[in-house]
Nanobody, 125 residues
Framework: QVQLVESGGGLVQAGDSLRLSCAAS????????IGWFRQAPGKEREFVAA????????YYADSVKGRFTVSRDNAKNTVYLQMNSLKPEDTAVYYC??????????????????WGQGTQVTVSS
């Protein structure tokens, strides 16, 4: 059984930085892309960023491009989301998810079948 555990969320001010972590267990981690998604109150879950199984490819939503960086350490079975220049509109619960198929990558939530419990990020103005 795959488990994903996010950490690193918190309450920060606009312009601050946070680094989220996603620790995985129970599967050949290095074969699977990891995506980050977020859901704000009253809104649908949206794609934030994704990183390929090897870490050689990354993809970002336009709303975070240039501010967020996704990376991974396959030796530690961990993916990171470095968030800089945070804005109040980044406030949401952030989830990491593992892609359903090895050696594949997507920005669509439907292609990810394992999800963490989420970590709250709140950015005050």
């Amino acid at each position: 059984q795959v488990q994903l555990v996010e950490s690193g969320g918190g309450l920060v001010q606009a312009g601050d930085s946070l680094r989220l972590s996603c620790a995985a267990s129970g599967r050949a981690f290095s074969n699977y892309a990891i995506g980050w998604f977020r859901q704000a109150p009253g809104k649908e879950r949206e794609f934030v960023a994704a990183i390929s199984w090897s870490g050689s490819s990354t993809y970002y939503a336009d709303s975070v491009k240039g501010r967020f960086t996704v990376s991974r350490d396959n030796a530690k079975n961990t993916v990171y989301l470095q968030m800089n220049s945070l804005k109040p509109e980044d406030t949401a619960v952030y989830y990491c998810a593992m892609h359903s198929f090895p050696l594949s990558m997507s920005d669509a939530a439907g292609f990810y079948n394992y999800w963490g419990q989420g970590t709250q990020v709140t950015v005050s103005s």
